[in-house]
Protein backbone atom coordinates (compact mmCIF):
# COMPACT_ATOMS: atom_id res chain seq x y z
CA UNK A 1 0.00 0.00 0.00
CA UNK A 2 2.81 2.18 0.73
CA UNK A 3 6.48 2.00 0.17
CA UNK A 4 9.28 4.27 0.77
CA UNK A 5 12.91 4.08 -0.12
CA UNK A 6 16.15 5.86 0.61
CA UNK A 7 13.84 9.01 1.38
CA UNK A 8 15.90 11.77 2.70
CA UNK A 9 15.73 15.56 3.26
CA UNK A 10 17.87 18.45 4.41
CA UNK A 11 16.98 22.19 6.22
CA UNK A 12 20.24 24.06 5.72
CA UNK A 13 22.44 21.82 7.15
CA UNK A 14 20.24 19.61 9.39
CA UNK A 15 19.66 16.39 7.71
CA UNK A 16 16.34 15.44 9.30
CA UNK A 17 15.93 12.07 7.23
CA UNK A 18 19.10 10.17 6.39
CA UNK A 19 17.61 7.69 3.68
CA UNK A 20 14.72 5.68 5.37
CA UNK A 21 12.99 2.95 4.07
CA UNK A 22 9.99 1.20 4.81
CA UNK A 23 6.80 -0.44 3.56
CA UNK A 24 3.24 -0.79 4.51
CA UNK A 25 0.56 -3.28 4.12
CA UNK A 26 -2.53 -2.80 2.90
CA UNK A 27 -5.43 -2.51 6.11
CA UNK A 28 -1.97 -2.40 8.65
CA UNK A 29 -1.69 -0.05 11.46
CA UNK A 30 1.64 1.38 11.35
CA UNK A 31 3.29 3.01 13.79
CA UNK A 32 6.35 5.85 14.23
CA UNK A 33 7.96 6.99 17.18
CA UNK A 34 10.61 9.03 18.14
CA UNK A 35 11.74 12.16 20.14
CA UNK A 36 11.47 15.59 19.00
CA UNK A 37 13.11 16.31 15.55
CA UNK A 38 13.38 12.50 14.98
CA UNK A 39 11.80 13.25 11.44
CA UNK A 40 8.37 12.11 11.63
CA UNK A 41 6.35 14.68 11.02
CA UNK A 42 8.97 15.47 8.06
CA UNK A 43 7.91 11.99 6.93
CA UNK A 44 4.12 12.38 6.86
CA UNK A 45 5.04 15.58 5.08
CA UNK A 46 6.38 14.48 2.35
CA UNK A 47 4.00 11.10 1.71
CA UNK A 48 1.07 13.63 2.50
CA UNK A 49 2.45 15.89 -0.76
CA UNK A 50 3.47 18.81 1.64
CA UNK A 51 7.08 18.29 0.94
CA UNK A 52 9.20 17.40 -1.68
CA UNK A 53 12.04 15.21 -0.97
CA UNK A 54 15.78 16.08 -1.49
CA UNK A 55 16.17 12.40 -2.48
CA UNK A 56 14.18 9.02 -2.37
CA UNK A 57 10.78 7.32 -3.84
CA UNK A 58 7.20 7.16 -2.40
CA UNK A 59 4.57 4.95 -3.52
CA UNK A 60 1.25 5.43 -2.54
CA UNK A 61 -1.28 2.80 -3.04
CA UNK A 62 0.23 1.94 -6.26
CA UNK A 63 0.98 5.48 -7.48
CA UNK A 64 4.57 6.98 -7.91
CA UNK A 65 3.86 10.19 -5.52
CA UNK A 66 6.16 12.33 -7.96
CA UNK A 67 4.83 10.89 -11.11
CA UNK A 68 1.05 10.96 -9.81
CA UNK A 69 0.72 13.75 -6.67
CA UNK A 70 -2.81 14.11 -7.75
CA UNK A 71 -3.63 10.31 -7.36
CA UNK A 72 -1.85 10.04 -4.67
CA UNK A 73 -4.07 13.15 -2.65
CA UNK A 74 -7.08 11.12 -3.67
CA UNK A 75 -5.73 7.73 -1.55
CA UNK A 76 -4.95 9.82 1.53
CA UNK A 77 -6.65 11.72 4.31
CA UNK A 78 -4.01 14.04 6.34
CA UNK A 79 -4.87 14.80 9.89
CA UNK A 80 -2.24 17.11 10.77
CA UNK A 81 -0.47 18.01 14.04
CA UNK A 82 -2.01 21.76 13.88
CA UNK A 83 -5.60 22.22 13.97
CA UNK A 84 -6.36 23.35 10.58
CA UNK A 85 -9.93 24.81 10.97
CA UNK A 86 -11.53 27.94 10.34
CA UNK A 87 -12.41 29.57 13.70
CA UNK A 88 -15.46 32.43 11.91
CA UNK A 89 -16.86 29.13 10.39
CA UNK A 90 -19.00 26.43 11.94
CA UNK A 91 -18.51 22.91 11.94
CA UNK A 92 -20.90 22.20 9.29
CA UNK A 93 -18.91 24.58 7.26
CA UNK A 94 -15.63 23.81 7.68
CA UNK A 95 -16.70 20.34 6.43
CA UNK A 96 -18.24 21.78 3.86
CA UNK A 97 -15.18 23.53 2.38
CA UNK A 98 -12.91 20.57 3.20
CA UNK A 99 -14.49 18.14 1.67
CA UNK A 100 -15.45 20.46 -1.83
CA UNK A 101 -11.45 20.25 -2.16
CA UNK A 102 -11.65 16.68 -3.05
CA UNK A 103 -14.42 16.96 -5.47
CA UNK A 104 -17.23 15.04 -3.52
CA UNK A 105 -20.70 15.58 -4.98
CA UNK A 106 -22.76 18.18 -2.87
CA UNK A 107 -24.95 15.27 -1.88
CA UNK A 108 -22.47 12.63 -1.17
CA UNK A 109 -20.89 15.33 1.16
CA UNK A 110 -23.89 16.40 2.86
CA UNK A 111 -24.60 13.02 3.83
CA UNK A 112 -21.11 12.06 4.90
CA UNK A 113 -21.06 15.61 7.18
CA UNK A 114 -23.89 14.37 8.78
CA UNK A 115 -22.66 10.79 9.24
CA UNK A 116 -19.13 12.04 10.44
CA UNK A 117 -20.31 14.22 12.89
CA UNK A 118 -22.80 12.21 14.24
CA UNK A 119 -19.50 9.37 14.58
CA UNK A 120 -17.64 11.81 16.30
CA UNK A 121 -20.68 13.20 18.81
CA UNK A 122 -20.60 16.28 17.42
CA UNK A 123 -23.81 16.44 15.33
CA UNK A 124 -25.85 18.73 17.75
CA UNK A 125 -22.96 21.41 18.25
CA UNK A 126 -22.79 21.47 14.04
CA UNK A 127 -23.63 25.18 13.45
CA UNK A 128 -21.66 26.46 16.58
CA UNK A 129 -18.59 28.11 15.53
CA UNK A 130 -15.39 26.66 15.69
CA UNK A 131 -14.00 28.83 18.22
CA UNK A 132 -16.44 27.85 21.11
CA UNK A 133 -15.58 24.42 20.72
CA UNK A 134 -12.78 22.90 23.61
CA UNK A 135 -9.54 21.58 22.27
CA UNK A 136 -10.66 18.37 21.83
CA UNK A 137 -13.84 19.05 19.88
CA UNK A 138 -11.72 20.61 17.60
CA UNK A 139 -9.10 17.70 17.30
CA UNK A 140 -12.56 15.67 16.28
CA UNK A 141 -13.46 18.11 13.99
CA UNK A 142 -10.07 18.09 11.98
CA UNK A 143 -10.13 14.06 11.76
CA UNK A 144 -13.84 14.30 10.28
CA UNK A 145 -12.33 16.97 7.66
CA UNK A 146 -9.65 14.17 6.57
CA UNK A 147 -12.05 11.33 6.39
CA UNK A 148 -15.05 13.23 3.76
CA UNK A 149 -14.11 11.87 0.91
CA UNK A 150 -13.60 8.32 2.08
CA UNK A 151 -9.68 7.79 1.80
CA UNK A 152 -8.09 3.68 2.13
CA UNK A 153 -4.78 5.63 3.61
CA UNK A 154 -5.35 7.57 7.18
CA UNK A 155 -1.93 9.72 7.54
CA UNK A 156 -2.31 10.77 11.68
CA UNK A 157 0.35 13.22 13.03
CA UNK A 158 -0.45 13.14 16.90
CA UNK A 159 -4.04 13.54 16.75
CA UNK A 160 -4.42 13.33 20.73
CA UNK A 161 -2.35 15.85 21.77
CA UNK A 162 -3.71 17.89 24.67
CA UNK A 163 -7.41 16.84 24.57
CA UNK A 164 -9.89 15.74 27.45
CA UNK A 165 -10.20 12.26 27.95
CA UNK A 166 -13.62 11.63 26.63
CA UNK A 167 -12.38 13.14 22.86
CA UNK A 168 -9.46 10.99 23.45
CA UNK A 169 -11.47 8.19 23.71
CA UNK A 170 -13.84 9.19 20.94
CA UNK A 171 -10.83 9.36 18.74
CA UNK A 172 -9.68 5.77 19.77
CA UNK A 173 -13.20 4.07 19.07
CA UNK A 174 -13.22 5.76 15.55
CA UNK A 175 -9.72 4.73 14.53
CA UNK A 176 -10.32 1.58 16.17
CA UNK A 177 -13.04 0.73 13.85
CA UNK A 178 -11.80 2.68 10.68
CA UNK A 179 -8.90 0.03 11.40
CA UNK A 180 -10.92 -3.15 11.23
CA UNK A 181 -12.97 -2.07 8.49
CA UNK A 182 -9.70 -2.20 6.24
CA UNK A 183 -8.41 1.36 6.43
CA UNK A 184 -4.24 1.59 6.18
CA UNK A 185 -3.62 3.89 9.46
CA UNK A 186 -0.04 5.55 10.00
CA UNK A 187 0.01 7.08 13.27
CA UNK A 188 2.36 9.23 15.06
CA UNK A 189 2.45 9.84 18.91
CA UNK A 190 3.73 11.07 21.99
CA UNK A 191 1.67 8.26 23.95
CA UNK A 192 3.19 4.86 24.27
CA UNK A 193 -0.20 3.50 25.48
CA UNK A 194 -1.83 4.62 22.41
CA UNK A 195 1.39 2.67 20.03
CA UNK A 196 1.19 -0.32 21.89
CA UNK A 197 -2.74 -0.66 22.11
CA UNK A 198 -3.03 0.15 18.40
CA UNK A 199 -0.16 -0.80 15.68
CA UNK A 200 0.60 -3.53 14.22
CA UNK A 201 3.79 -2.53 13.37
CA UNK A 202 6.16 -0.24 14.68
CA UNK A 203 9.02 1.56 13.69
CA UNK A 204 11.28 3.58 15.87
CA UNK A 205 12.64 7.11 14.30
CA UNK A 206 16.15 8.95 16.23
CA UNK A 207 17.96 11.22 14.57
CA UNK A 208 16.17 11.34 10.98
CA UNK A 209 17.10 7.69 10.88
CA UNK A 210 14.90 4.34 11.31
CA UNK A 211 17.18 2.43 14.49
CA UNK A 212 14.21 -0.64 14.33
CA UNK A 213 11.34 -1.96 13.58
CA UNK A 214 8.68 -4.58 13.94
CA UNK A 215 5.76 -5.37 15.79
CA UNK A 216 5.77 -5.18 19.77
CA UNK A 217 7.04 -9.00 20.14
CA UNK A 218 9.70 -8.39 17.25
CA UNK A 219 10.78 -5.19 19.10
CA UNK A 220 10.56 -7.00 22.18
CA UNK A 221 13.10 -10.07 21.16
CA UNK A 222 15.19 -7.52 19.23
CA UNK A 223 16.14 -5.51 22.18
CA UNK A 224 17.26 -8.67 24.64
CA UNK A 225 15.95 -6.84 27.61
CA UNK A 226 14.23 -8.53 29.97
CA UNK A 227 13.35 -6.06 33.02
CA UNK A 228 14.46 -2.44 34.14
CA UNK A 229 15.45 -1.27 37.68
CA UNK A 230 14.89 2.49 37.75
CA UNK A 231 16.68 4.44 41.01
CA UNK A 232 15.61 8.11 41.85
CA UNK A 233 18.22 10.01 43.67
CA UNK A 234 18.51 13.21 45.71
CA UNK A 235 22.00 14.03 44.61
CA UNK A 236 22.46 13.03 41.33
CA UNK A 237 25.64 15.26 39.52
CA UNK A 238 27.24 14.83 36.43
CA UNK A 239 30.35 13.42 38.72
CA UNK A 240 28.45 11.37 40.35
CA UNK A 241 26.78 9.42 37.40
CA UNK A 242 30.49 9.07 35.17
CA UNK A 243 31.42 7.59 38.22
CA UNK A 244 29.07 4.66 39.00
CA UNK A 245 28.95 4.35 35.07
CA UNK A 246 32.35 2.62 35.50
CA UNK A 247 31.25 0.63 37.60
CA UNK A 248 28.32 -0.55 35.73
CA UNK A 249 27.62 -0.90 32.38
CA UNK A 250 24.72 0.25 29.82
CA UNK A 251 22.97 3.06 32.21
CA UNK A 252 20.92 5.43 31.13
CA UNK A 253 20.43 8.59 33.28
CA UNK A 254 16.77 10.51 33.05
CA UNK A 255 17.00 13.36 35.09
CA UNK A 256 17.78 12.26 38.53
CA UNK A 257 17.40 8.85 37.78
CA UNK A 258 18.98 6.15 36.31
CA UNK A 259 17.69 3.19 34.28
CA UNK A 260 19.45 -0.01 35.25
CA UNK A 261 19.06 -3.09 32.80
CA UNK A 262 18.95 -6.49 34.14
CA UNK A 263 17.98 -10.20 33.43
CA UNK A 264 17.61 -10.76 37.16
CA UNK A 265 16.06 -8.35 39.66
CA UNK A 266 16.55 -10.47 42.94
CA UNK A 267 20.40 -10.31 42.19
CA UNK A 268 21.08 -7.19 40.89
CA UNK A 269 18.77 -4.79 43.47
CA UNK A 270 20.58 -5.83 46.14
CA UNK A 271 24.26 -5.08 44.20
CA UNK A 272 22.91 -2.10 42.51
CA UNK A 273 22.03 -0.86 46.10
CA UNK A 274 25.34 -1.36 47.46
CA UNK A 275 27.24 0.50 44.62
CA UNK A 276 25.34 3.16 44.71
CA UNK A 277 25.81 3.67 48.73
CA UNK A 278 29.65 2.87 48.21
CA UNK A 279 29.75 6.00 45.17
CA UNK A 280 27.72 8.64 47.82
CA UNK A 281 24.91 8.48 45.99
CA UNK A 282 21.30 8.94 48.07
CA UNK A 283 18.59 6.53 46.71
CA UNK A 284 14.64 8.42 47.15
CA UNK A 285 12.75 6.33 45.51
CA UNK A 286 13.24 2.46 43.63
CA UNK A 287 10.54 0.85 40.56
CA UNK A 288 10.94 -1.93 38.87
CA UNK A 289 9.65 -1.29 34.96
CA UNK A 290 8.24 -4.73 33.12
CA UNK A 291 10.12 -4.85 29.47
CA UNK A 292 7.41 -2.84 27.18
CA UNK A 293 7.30 -0.44 24.58
CA UNK A 294 8.82 2.85 26.30
CA UNK A 295 11.69 0.53 27.79
CA UNK A 296 12.38 -0.71 24.73
CA UNK A 297 12.47 3.13 23.20
CA UNK A 298 14.76 4.84 26.09
CA UNK A 299 16.83 1.65 25.52
CA UNK A 300 17.46 2.15 22.14
CA UNK A 301 17.60 6.29 22.18
CA UNK A 302 18.72 7.01 25.58
CA UNK A 303 15.51 9.92 25.43
CA UNK A 304 12.29 9.88 26.61
CA UNK A 305 9.59 10.26 23.92
CA UNK A 306 9.11 13.70 24.60
CA UNK A 307 12.81 15.08 25.04
Known amino acids: MISVTNLRKNYDNVQALKGISFDIKKGEFYGLLGPNGAGKTTTISIMST ?12 GFD ?31 MFWGSLYDVRKGELKSGIDETLKRFGLYERRNDKVKTYSGGMKRRINIAAALLHKPSIL ?26 QGMTIVYTTHYMEEAEKFCDRIAILDNGQIIVQGTLDELKS ?4 KETIVVSFVNLSDDLFQKISREWEGLIRVE ?11 SDLSKIILKCSDTGLGISHIDIL ?17 D
Open 50 to 61: ILEPDAGNVSIA
Open 65 to 95: LKKNPTECKKAIGVVPQEIALYNELSAYDNL
Open 155 to 180: FMDEPTVGIDPQSRNLIFEVVEKLHQ
Open 222 to 225: SSKM
Open 256 to 266: NSVHFYTSNVK
Open 290 to 306: KINLETIFLNLTGKQLR
